[in-house]
């Protein structure tokens, strides 16, 4: 196991398209968190899934992000209607249980135009 | 949120101990304290993380006040490796956690 991955690492797009990314945790982590990075700022806490249930996702930014994690495994965060504010980096983090360290990944960098 | 405050930057000779502060004055009796560590153009890397007691590990020292509102990351000898962005965070439910700015250590060779 090579750690967290995610897919793509760079994503240029139009104001106005959806655009979906996926993250590939450790295996048999069941903690799977999504955060968004703008520049010169900590990571932004938006949602977490405890296996395939999403426990909280009160943070997520607008009702045009939603994220899934349908079999408890891999999981992806889609934003509908892009705007050039989603422009960041998304970190998708992993982790065995509660209150132990979590282990990110590489991000995919956003870019609106 | 549970709220971390850092000085935005800090350096260290190389080969020399490094103590990052951070204040945490809102903690509550069960947010753990993590410090996660940040390269540019890559995602954070655990560094320590503790709950009451001082903690060590391969990579550093947590020292955490008695009263709780404060603790210190402590890197035995920088090396230039160890230059990236720190981060003090809280993790009150233990599901998971608040980011500040941060610290950016500068290594002097």
Redo the contacts between chains.
């Keep these: 196991d090579t750690g967290?991955s995610q897919d793509p690492r760079h994503k240029i797009t139009k104001r106005g398209q959806n655009v979906t990314f996926r993250c590939d945790p450790i295996s048999e982590h069941n903690?799977l968190?999504w955060y968004r990075q703008t520049l010169?700022?900590?990571?932004?806490?938006l949602t977490?899934f405890?296996n395939e249930a999403q426990?909280?996702k009160s943070r997520l930014l607008s009702d045009r992000f939603s994220a899934e994690r349908p079999k408890g495994s891999f999981s992806t965060l889609e934003i509908q209607r892009t705007e050039q504010g989603d422009s960041a980096m998304y970190?998708c983090?992993s982790s065995p249980q509660?209150?132990?360290?979590?282990?990110?990944?590489?991000?995919t960098r956003l870019t609106v135009v | 949120d549970a709220k971390t405050t850092q000085p935005n930057s800090m350096e260290s000779n190389e080969e020399e101990p490094v103590h990052l502060p951070c204040n945490h004055s809102t903690i509550s009796g069960t947010d753990?304290i993590?410090w996660?560590r940040q390269l540019p153009?890559?995602?954070?890397?655990?560094v320590i993380?503790g709950l009451t007691s001082n903690v060590n590990n391969r990579m550093a020292s947590l020292a955490i006040a008695e009263d709780r509102k404060s603790s210190t990351l402590i890197l035995h000898r920088a090396t230039l490796r160890d230059a990236a962005v720190y981060?003090c965070?809280l993790?009150p439910?233990?599901?998971?956690?608040?980011?500040?700015?941060?610290t950016s250590l500068t290594v002097i060779p």
Excluded at chain 1, 98 to 107: D, K, L, R, V, Y
Excluded at chain 2, 41 to 46: A, C, D, K, L, M
Aim: charged share 10%; hydrophobic share 25%; aromatic share 24%.
């Design positions: 967290v903690r968190y010169g700022q900590g990571p932004e806490f977490y405890q426990l909280e970190l983090a509660m209150n132990t360290e979590a282990f990110f990944g590489q991000g | 753990y993590h996660y153009s890559q995602g954070p890397e655990y993380h981060y965070t993790d439910t233990g599901n998971q956690f608040y980011f500040g700015t941060g």
